[in-house]
């Protein structure tokens, strides 16, 4: 309701929304116990203090080291390592990945948060708590998995090699190890929009007689189009940094099944601390892009749902 | 009313279908591996296993590490989103961008940034070795990086608690003389502890788990610096499935019993985010 008064500022729009009275004093100062204004001023510059201090360290120095390393022996040979052609099938191979995760988990996404939001059944419960599971499950274990399912010592791996298909230790799994870290990350965003939003458009869209995918596409979609798209964008994120699951799947060949954070541990592990860290720089700008892209969502989300 | 939903929106049966199929491939069969590698071992064995000297140490890095940088994240969380919510300053929209980073950077880069970082030739490494303070290559640096990675989940939890309180009552008990401290743990930390619980609690699951960004600054000697998840891949490498396995199954109960017990402490939680105590 009081986000119905949304002030146009963007520093008060947070503090006020959760009061009905606009002219609440603290729109103006937000810390406003007004008796012992110095001692309300120290902790606040304390407070202030710790936070910068703590971020600057914590994330901004990390950001820092990667450059100040990456470019140590100069831009030639940050050049160098960032052209390299290992470098550049590690590229190849996390977008293979990446979008590869995008496609499956986009397509779970969407019939998960279908069936869950539209539909009455037993066991919805448990279901929701099932396909949030990978996220709480320990790369490496996530990783040890499909080596137990696909490897060697599996009762499935005379099957598989009968039909010439490689999972541990090559592509398949890399790209299986991503899809599982990534699994809910669609889905999840997607069934609280759809659950806040209800069944009365698509039932009144359905008696008039419109099939199923014409209300998917003309009447829920709309809904989901910024929530789709933010869990794309955390999907990506993931998925293009995913280490642990794809570690012990990959066998890190080089040029074959070793994505960039990958090709990033075998330099690092071999003394190759610049293009280590030139091939990371890569990652960041990319996570960094991510970030950015993250709070536009996140900022159009808050002003969108305030003013409709 | 249950059944005239059912029939009037088309896709139940596919899309549930689709949904459970794809559910049970990728995520519920493969962990139901996990369960039929480790029953191939005898009880015995597996007590064994598990109770072995290095796997036991591994637990207590692991948990001890993570524990810690849970508590340090649940206290800078608070700061931190209490600073975001309440004061207005030059730089808190970046501030609060940048939380995020820890999800959006690939755990390797953190891994290897930090222990640049933190070893002695590195910006912060430099300033504690004067002090004869190692951080690379110690349970300090595996706390440090896991400090790193947790602490977005308890500022996340915070933040929009705090948004959502109402100041009403810090007003009134201001105005009866209440000082700040007891305005604080009186009324405010009530109000937000469930979210600190929670915060914590997927912080600590995660970093329990946390493998990228700890092997590098670890040094990942058995006894002092081997976390568990680093022993399920040297079992993995000595193709010792079961043992691999049985570890690997712990670790899952636990984090599961975790995620349990957030669960039910977020069911508390979302009911004062609605409105209702």
Same mark, same amino acid.
């Given at each position: 309701?009081?986000?119905?008064?949304?002030?146009?500022?963007?520093?008060?729009?947070?503090?006020?929304?959760?009061?009905?009275?606009?002219?609440?004093?603290?729109?103006?100062?937000?810390?406003?116990?007004?008796?012992?204004?110095?001692?309300?001023?120290?902790?606040?510059?304390?407070?202030? !203090?710790?936070?910068?201090?703590?971020?600057?360290?914590?994330?901004?120095?990390?950001?820092?080291?990667?450059?100040?390393?990456?470019?140590?022996? !100069? +831009?030639?040979?940050?050049?160098?390592?960032?052209?390299?052609?290992?470098?550049?099938?590690?590229?190849?191979?996390?977008?293979?990945?990446?979008?590869?995760?995008?496609?499956?988990?986009?397509?779970?996404?969407?019939?998960?948060? +279908?069936?869950?939001?539209?539909?009455?059944?037993?066991?919805?419960?448990?279901?929701?708590?099932?396909?949030?599971?990978?996220?709480?499950?320990?790369?490496?274990?996530?990783?040890?998995?499909?080596?137990?399912?696909?490897?060697?010592?599996?009762?499935?791996?005379?099957?598989? @090699?009968?039909?010439?298909?490689?999972?541990? $230790?090559?592509?398949?799994?890399? *790209?299986? %190890?991503?899809?599982?870290?990534?699994?809910?990350?669609?889905?999840?965003?997607?069934? #609280?929009?759809?659950?806040?939003?209800?069944?009365?458009?698509?039932?009144?869209?359905?008696?008039?007689?419109?099939?199923?995918?014409?209300?998917?596409?003309?009447?829920?979609?709309?809904?989901? @189009?910024?929530?789709?798209? $933010?869990?794309?964008?955390?999907?990506?994120?993931?998925?293009?940094?995913?280490?642990?699951?794809?570690?012990?799947?990959?066998?890190?060949?080089?040029?074959?099944?070793?994505?960039?954070?990958?090709?990033?541990?075998?330099?690092?592990?071999?003394?190759?601390?610049?293009?280590?860290?030139?091939?990371?720089?890569?990652?960041?700008?990319?996570?960094?892009?991510?970030?950015?892209?993250?709070?536009?969502?996140?900022?159009?989300?808050?002003?969108?749902? !305030?003013?409709? | 009313?249950?059944?005239?939903?059912?029939?009037?929106?088309?896709?139940? !049966?596919?899309?549930?279908?689709?949904?459970?199929?794809?559910?049970?491939?990728?995520?519920?069969?493969?962990?139901?591996?996990?369960?039929?590698?480790?029953?191939?071992?005898?009880?015995?064995?597996?007590?064994?296993?598990?109770?072995?000297?290095?796997?036991?140490?591994?637990?207590?890095?692991?948990?001890?590490? %993570?524990?810690?940088?849970?508590?340090?994240?649940?206290?800078?969380?608070?700061?931190?989103?209490?600073?975001?919510?309440?004061?207005?300053?030059?730089?808190?929209?970046?501030?609060?961008?940048?939380?995020?980073?820890?999800?959006?950077?690939?755990?390797?880069?953190?891994?290897?940034?930090?222990?640049?970082?933190?070893?002695?030739?590195?910006?912060?490494?430099?300033?504690?070795?004067?002090?004869?303070?190692?951080? %690379?290559?110690?349970?300090?640096? *595996?706390?440090?990086?896991?400090?790193?990675?947790?602490? #977005?989940?308890?500022?996340?939890?915070?933040?929009?608690?705090?948004?959502?309180?109402?100041?009403? $009552?810090?007003?009134?008990?201001?105005?009866?003389?209440?000082?700040?401290?007891?305005?604080?743990?009186?009324?405010?930390? #009530?109000?937000?502890?469930? %979210?600190?619980?929670?915060?914590?609690?997927?912080?600590?699951?995660?970093?329990?788990?946390? $493998?990228?960004?700890?092997?590098?600054?670890?040094?990942?000697?058995?006894?002092?610096?081997?976390?568990?998840?680093?022993?399920?891949?040297?079992?993995?490498?000595?193709?010792?499935?079961?043992?691999?396995?049985?570890?690997?199954?712990?670790?899952?109960?636990?984090?599961?019993?975790?995620?349990?017990?957030?669960?039910?402490?977020?069911?508390?939680?979302?009911?004062?985010?609605?409105?209702?105590?």
């Amino acid at each position: 309701m009081a986000t119905a008064a949304l002030p146009a500022s963007k520093n008060v729009k947070k503090r006020s929304a959760e009061t009905n009275i606009p002219v609440n004093s603290r729109t103006a100062q937000p810390d406003m116990i007004h008796e012992d204004g110095a001692g309300a001023k120290a902790v606040r510059a304390l407070l202030i !203090g710790v936070s910068i201090l703590f971020m600057f360290v914590m994330m901004v120095l990390p950001l820092a080291t990667v450059i100040k390393e990456a470019l140590k022996q !100069g +831009w030639a040979a940050y050049q160098k390592a960032v052209t390299d052609d290992y470098t550049r099938s590690a590229i190849i191979l996390t977008l293979e990945a990446t979008v590869s995760a995008l496609i499956i988990n986009t397509v779970f996404g969407l019939f998960a948060a +279908w069936a869950i939001t539209k539909f009455h059944f037993s066991g919805k419960k448990v279901l929701t708590t099932l396909i949030d599971v990978p996220v709480t499950v320990s790369p490496i274990i996530a990783g040890l998995i499909y080596v137990l399912v696909f490897g060697r010592q599996s009762v499935l791996y005379p099957y598989l @090699k009968q039909a010439g298909i490689q999972i541990v $230790y090559a592509v398949p799994g890399v *790209i299986l %190890a991503t899809v599982f870290v990534t699994f809910p990350f669609i889905s999840r965003e997607l069934i #609280p929009v759809l659950e806040a939003q209800g069944t009365d458009e698509e039932e009144a869209a359905a008696l008039m007689g419109a099939n199923g995918w014409t209300i998917f596409t003309k009447v829920t979609f709309p809904h989901i @189009k910024w929530a789709f798209l $933010y869990g794309v964008v955390l999907c990506t994120a993931r998925a293009m940094g995913e280490f642990g699951a794809v570690s012990v799947l990959s066998g890190h060949l080089r040029g074959k099944t070793n994505t960039l954070p990958l090709y990033v541990e075998v330099l690092f592990q071999g003394f190759e601390w610049v293009p280590a860290f030139a091939v990371s720089s890569i990652l960041v700008i990319m996570a960094v892009i991510i970030l950015v892209i993250r709070n536009i969502f996140e900022h159009n989300a808050k002003t969108r749902s !305030g003013g409709i | 009313m249950k059944i005239k939903a059912k029939r009037v929106i088309p896709g139940m !049966g596919l899309s549930l279908g689709v949904t459970i199929a794809m559910l049970s491939i990728i995520v519920l069969i493969p962990l139901a591996s996990l369960v039929v590698f480790t029953g191939r071992l005898s009880f015995r064995e597996f007590v064994d296993v598990i109770t072995s000297r290095r796997v036991l140490a591994s637990f207590e890095v692991s948990f001890v590490t %993570a524990l810690i940088a849970s508590l340090i994240n649940a206290v800078m969380g608070v700061i931190l989103a209490w600073v975001l919510v309440r004061y207005d300053f030059p730089g808190r929209r970046i501030i609060d961008g940048m939380i995020e980073l820890p999800f959006a950077l690939p755990t390797a880069v953190a891994g290897i940034s930090l222990t640049a970082l933190t070893s002695d030739k590195g910006w912060i490494g430099k300033i504690f070795d004067k002090f004869g303070i190692k951080i %690379a290559y110690t349970r300090i640096g *595996i706390t440090f990086a896991l400090v790193f990675v947790g602490i #977005p989940f308890v500022v996340r939890a915070v933040q929009p608690i705090l948004e959502k309180m109402d100041g009403t $009552y810090e007003e009134a008990a201001g105005v009866m003389g209440a000082s700040r401290t007891t305005i604080f743990w009186k009324i405010i930390f #009530p109000e937000i502890r469930p %979210a600190v619980f929670t915060g914590f609690g997927l912080a600590l699951g995660r970093c329990i788990g946390e $493998y990228g960004s700890v092997v590098f600054i670890a040094g990942n000697q058995p006894f002092k610096t081997e976390i568990t998840p680093l022993i399920i891949m040297a079992k993995l490498q000595e193709y010792d499935y079961g043992s691999a396995s049985a570890i690997a199954l712990v670790m899952l109960v636990f984090s599961f019993a975790l995620l349990f017990a957030v669960n039910l402490i977020q069911v508390h939680n979302s009911k004062i985010l609605k409105g209702g105590r």
